[in-house]
């Protein structure tokens, strides 16, 4: 239910669609420019500039004997030829076997100096690829398999690029997930709540990587098939050649692609939600992702720093440990971490921030015993933010069956907000319980009290009100009868239309409809008539006497008092940040009561 909620609010977000977009055609680039394949592209440039370099210093005086090193260059020119000429792939492979196993001859005699290292890693790219009975090596990106794309298509993007997916479904998602939203506000242990946003970042980052990835992956397939799973991959790691297959690189490169999805999802939830700072865990995330390309965290950084080491850095740059289809050999000498340290590293990060997640969902303690008796009860509260006290509560008790006003110019948001037990840190000493069941205990405490705000924070652009009426239901298990409340509110012909194309009034009347669907028996309305027509008015607060009626108890803040004394049973003032109640009273004698408190009672 929950993460259905944030799945929709992802994929109904036009910023997905675009990215989305952007990554398919950066993935499928390569594809549409027919970009040389790596390994057989770089042999056959080297072999030509040797040719070349021969046919310029070799002897032309008809019966000079050859020296034995020209021998030798004659011999490598002959089995370059042959590989340059070569009319198939088997054919190239055995005639550059031969040269570069004859160049290694050459330098191990010492008769031929250079890049020792490449041309090894080339010979052992040819003998895996011979012995492995190879008929077809792709020259270029269009020929490449469907099991080969992937791997392909990553290794030619910049690095951080298949993160973004993950990076814009954490800022989505936590934006979605703030205070004052529906999802916040909904009754979900705080843990589970982490857990099961970080679920809808993973699932959502990956259907859009996957989505990016579609279309090249579907030409590949379409054109060239599936591909084989023992097609052999060898490359240079941590000095060391290592060879691999088509099949492992894909299944260990889709794994690291998910590490780093779900260390992302993380590291963004709960730094955001330790800091209480919506961005402060995707910036820390997307610094993670960017840091391989700083040249501060280049390799020869790393081998210097042994705390840089320690950062999960090479899951952000998978592709260097597993390598892929057509890489050159020597491309990733000295690359850092393998394919299973990179993974080992990446879920250590994760159960630590899980941990850390853990200790970050848990309540604020609060002083004093809940009192056993059914009621909404504040006593000697102070509110503020932060360490600065900005009004001194005192105490409030709203009993069940009874409606409440709460008047006052400045302070009435920050005073509900306290109270609906959504912003625990607001309370700054004393104690908030509802029916005995503290404000600790978060979740249960939202099964009981509801706070609609005032503006559209209760509500998301992209889904209908019939939506949002859903959700309310089924989140807090409640019986309501949509059908009957959204006739009896006038709100039936606009169900279907997403809130954003709803007017001022029309939002109103659909906030008042979740805060009634909850069955929570007691209901803060922060400003509920505001934008209403007279009739629309008089709706809402008939609505509203109907649910105190049957027991609820509902604490109403307005400036309209001429509505809000004949809804409540009695008031209260926040006078000079110290709340104070007042006698029922008629509506004139209200007005004169703010005069006096408020306006020196002019």
Not at 341 to 346: E, G, N, Y
Not at 580 to 589: A, D, G, H, N, R
Request: hydrophobic content about 45%; glycine content about 8%.
């Amino acid at each position: 239910m929950y993460c259905r909620l944030l799945l929709k609010l992802i994929l109904r977000d036009r910023a997905v669609w675009i990215s989305t977009l952007v990554l398919a055609a950066a993935f499928s680039i390569t594809i549409a420019f027919n970009s040389p394949i790596y390994g057989p592209f770089f042999m056959k440039q080297g072999m030509q500039s040797f040719v070349d370099a021969f046919n310029t210093r070799a002897p032309q005086a008809n019966g000079i004997d050859l020296s034995p090193e020209q021998q030798v260059d004659a011999e490598l020119a002959r089995y370059a030829n042959a590989a340059l000429a070569a009319q198939t792939d088997a054919a190239f492979l055995d005639s550059a076997e031969s040269y570069y196993a004859l160049m290694g001859e050459g330098f191990q005699s010492g008769s031929i100096v250079g890049d020792r290292e490449t041309n090894d890693a080339a010979l052992a790219y040819c003998r895996a690829l011979s012995s492995s009975g190879i008929t077809h090596i792709p020259a270029s990106a269009s020929d490449l398999s469907f099991l080969s794309f992937l791997p392909y298509a990553i290794a030619m993007v910049p690095s951080f690029l298949p993160f973004i997916p993950f990076l814009l479904s954490s800022i989505l998602v936590l934006g979605a997930t703030r205070p004052a939203t529906l999802a916040a506000k909904a009754p979900v242990p705080k843990f589970r709540r982490l857990i099961q946003i970080v679920f809808s970042i993973i699932a959502a980052g990956t259907a859009m990587l996957l989505a990016g990835l579609a279309p090249g992956g579907i030409y590949a397939l379409a054109l060239n098939g599936f591909g084989q799973i023992g097609y052999p991959i060898a490359f240079f790691h941590d000095g060391a050649l290592a060879t691999t297959t088509a099949g492992d690189v894909f299944t260990a490169l889709l794994l690291a692609l998910l590490a780093g999805g779900t260390l992302i999802s993380v590291c963004s939830v709960v730094l955001s939600t330790a800091t209480r700072r919506v961005l402060a865990g995707p910036l820390a995330s997307a610094l993670l992702v960017a840091a391989p390309a700083f040249p501060l965290l280049s390799d020869s950084a790393l081998e210097h720093n042994a705390a840089l080491n320690l950062l999960p850095l090479a899951v952000f740059s998978p592709i260097e440990a597993t390598g892929y289809v057509g890489c050159f050999p020597t491309e990733f000498i000295d690359s850092g971490s393998g394919s299973a340290s990179m993974l080992a590293v990446a879920l250590a990060y994760v159960a630590v921030f899980f941990a850390v997640g853990a200790v970050a969902t848990r309540s604020p303690k609060q002083s004093g015993p809940a009192k056993k008796h059914h009621g909404l009860e504040l006593l000697d509260v102070s509110v503020g933010y932060g360490s600065t006290t900005i009004l001194s509560i005192g105490s409030l008790f709203l009993s069940p069956g009874t409606a409440a006003g709460l008047i006052a110019p400045n302070g009435k948001t920050t005073f509900l907000e306290a109270l609906s037990g959504q912003f625990p840190t607001r309370i700054r000493s004393g104690s908030l319980a509802a029916d005995g069941i503290c404000q600790r205990r978060s979740a249960e405490f939202a099964e009981l009290v509801y706070l609609s705000s005032s503006g559209s924070a209760d509500l998301y652009p992209t889904l209908s009100a019939i939506e949002h009426l859903a959700f309310v239901r089924e989140a807090w298990k409640s019986a309501a009868d949509i059908d009957s409340l959204c006739s009896s509110l006038g709100i039936s012909p606009y169900l279907d239309k997403p809130t954003r194309k709803l007017s001022t009034g029309m939002k109103q009347q659909v906030k008042l409809a979740m805060a009634i669907s909850t069955g929570c028996p007691y209901l803060i309305l922060d400003e509920p008539l505001n934008g209403l027509d007279p009739g629309k008015r008089k709706t809402s607060c008939d609505a509203m006497r109907s649910e105190v009626a049957r027991g609820r108890s509902v604490l109403i803040s307005s400036h309209l008092l001429d509505d809000l004394a004949d809804l409540t049973n009695s008031f209260y003032f926040i006078e000079a940040g110290t709340l104070v109640e007042k006698i029922k009273s008629s509506s004139q004698t209200l007005k004169q009561e703010y005069l006096d408190t408020y306006e020196g009672g002019e």
